[in-house]
């Protein structure tokens, strides 16, 4: 998808998501998210990794389907298909190796990792409060 927003997202490319509601798991947060951004519904998702940070916690979720080529752009970011070798240069820096991670079927998952620096990483979503106000 490319992004248009939160600010430290915009003009970069980044993978469906978003966040989870009170009361709602990572995989039905997930299949929500998917089928708002572009009106794909697939069911079944698993967990990838789990990403512990100072200010977030991020959960990489995967589903494999052949429903993807269905994808469309249902909000006011682009939604696209991307070769997982040719992914473009403005692609969020994590994805060059989650997306990868995400499709090796030799990794036990999930795996767990956290943030090098203690202070957190600094890229949050704190900034949206700031864009609504």
């Not at 794909?40 to 995967?62: G, I, K, N, Q, T």
């Not at 752009?73 to 696209?80: I, K, N, S, Y």
């Not at 997982?84 to 969020?92: S, Y």
Request: proline letters at 3%; charged letters at 35%.
């Amino acid at each position: 998808m490319r992004r248009t927003r939160p600010a430290w997202q915009a003009g970069r490319v980044n993978a469906l998501g978003g966040g989870i509601n009170e009361l709602e798991s990572q995989k039905s947060a997930e299949r929500r998210e998917v089928r708002e951004e572009c009106g794909v519904d697939v069911a079944e998702w698993s967990e990838v990794l789990v990403w512990e940070d100072a200010e977030y916690r991020m959960h990489v979720m995967r589903a494999l389907s052949s429903r993807a080529s269905e994808a469309r752009t249902l909000e006011d970011q682009e939604v696209f298909l991307a070769d997982v070798d040719a992914l473009p240069a403005n692609v969020i820096d994590n994805l060059r190796w989650l997306v990868p991670l995400a499709l090796d079927r030799d990794v036990a998952m999930p795996i767990k990792v956290r943030s090098a620096a203690t202070e957190g990483s600094g890229l949050t979503d704190r900034d949206r409060a700031e864009e609504r106000a």
